[in-house]
């Protein structure tokens, strides 16, 4: 019987700290999800202002005032557009010259099967 | 043996039986009420120790949830509202947090250091009113809206009981007065009054505020269907405009022709939703939803299509403009008189008001008016913009009413009806109703009526096409861009008459002329004659180039490719008659 007791109250103690111990783990956990919800909030907040900032940076008016302290370009004309099955064929490409003679070289290549993407055949 | 029974019950006094009887009665067994007394008191005890378990699990389960609903609070506190973009996806209008300092009046213990000491740091706020809100006897009072973070840690410093913080939203537009008449704004409690953002609230974000759940999550964007370079670029050029005309305001709207969404929209002079007290001057309203105007010539161009829609007019009927067109003490000339028949181009080309006045009486007042009434111009055109304007109908409208309408005078129409009526009749003949928001082809598929004939449709491409290559509408002749058009010039009612001098030009162009995309209306009122214009006012001198700087500036960004192997306008009308065939 009272070897009975002394278990029970063993045991009793023994849930008791366990109880406590999760508790505390929980208290703990808690806590830590407030601060997380607080930081999170402060963090969307910041977004807020950062977009609203990038929005305000990047307003046409004020990219506009840059280009035009900035840059040398100027508006497109129409006749500035082009359509991409209008452009001409790739120049063939100009071989180095044999003997070091740049005018040579640039009439070397003229071989007739020589196109943008055939390389002209290398003499020797 | 009686005497032996007699030891059990212990030897009691006389007094004492005579007490006990009293107090319980003469024959009652003591044992059996004692056990029934003890069943009470575990039960008792028990239900005590019950209760005490079952609140000690309920503080151990609900405690942490504190945190939790005070940032609900402070969510709940600020309205937040959706974000507005444009259709590419740029902030118009966003929110962002900023404190606001709030007191409770019963809990401050001595108002005249208070207010000294917020006064101190807040040098804007007013003392005697400070003074006021703090000694009344209310729970709670603002004291200033929207602070800096540097203000709230000086007052915070200050430790004054009583005083407080609430994180509110502020509703910002970063592009300023660029898209102000669109997306309107709101006041300080963060709900919308104007424009879309009136119409936010009304679809449903009024209630969740009342409710106190509109928190900034759980909120979608809300998508506009205007491009924010487009309308920048228009906006840039109609001030310029207005500045170099000295026109009293200047509008212009671009809409996609197909899906009725307004790509761009202003009004100048415009308002900073920032500062929403701007927005009450009445000369900053928006002009072309909140505003009627005699559109003038433009309207020729419904003419026109009724009439050839009609079936009794053809491309090559003729009109008589010999001689002004006398209606009772009425005489209808024309601006550019040819003093001869003109065929029905040229009647569009020279805009002759004789012609169209005739075209219009020949098929007759009721026919007049149901084609107009199709054509959504005679009843008030709702939009998702809370600000529209009824159109000024004659009350009695006669043959005289139908002359001078066909050529734009004698009924006021709001400039956006306008574009909606005259949108339907290059697209192929559908009505659409404009919309403010972002809309898909298929959308605006369901939504569209049939009002003209496709054939009709190509007609009026062909004529607007010729009027610039030959008309009045010459100077919109975009190289590239095979631009159509249809000018028109108003004189105002001044003092109940027409001013010869006082005007409101109009152009109405569309983009390309072969299939269109989109469609331009610029407005400029009360534009003066300047030398370069050899001092004419007419809309061919002005309205028309400010459209032809707009087209040409907007269209590679409206992802118009520029071509130059187009037909001419005749040819034009020959190609697509083969193709319908």
Redesign the interface.
Known sequence: MRLLNILVIGALILAASFVYKIKFDSTLQAERVAKLRGELRRERSAIAVLRAEWAKLDTPGRIRGLADRHLALQPAKPTQFESLDRLPERPPAVAPAPNGDPIGAMLAPAAPDTTGSVPPARTR | MTAMHAPKKPAESRWQRVLRSLLYGLDVDRNVKAKARLGLAILAFAGIFSVIAIRLVMF?AT??GH??RR?IAQDAVATARPDILDRNG??LA????TPSLFAEPRKIIDVDEAVELLTAVLPDLDATEVRDRLSSKRGFVWLKREITPGQQQEIHRLGIPGVGFL?ENKR?Y???S?VSHEIGHVNIDNQGIAGIEKWVDGQGLAALHMAGLAT?QLQRPVKLAVD??VQ??LRDELIAARDKFKAKASAGVIADVNTGEIVAMVSEPDFDPNNPSEANDPNRLNRLTTGVYEMGSTFKALTLAMALDSGRVSLSSSFDARMPLRYGKFEIHDFHAQKRVLSVPEIFTYSSNIGTARMALSLGVEYHKAFLKKLGQLDRLRTELPESAEPLVPKHWGELNTVTIAFGHGLSVAPLQAVMGIAALVNGGKMIPPTFLKRDQAEADRLAVRVIKPETAEKMRYLMRLNVEKGTATRAN????YVGGKTGTSEKVVGGRYSKTKVLTSFTAILPADKPRYLLLIMLDEPEGLPETHGFSTSGWNAVPVGAQVI??V??LLDI??R?DLPKADQMLLVSAKDTR
């Open positions: 151990a405690s942490e945190g939790g940032s740029e902030i966003t929110d962002i947090k994180t910002v970063p592009n300023g660029v900034d924010l370079r920048y670029a975009v190289p590239g861009y040409e500036r269209a590679p490719a520029p130059f």
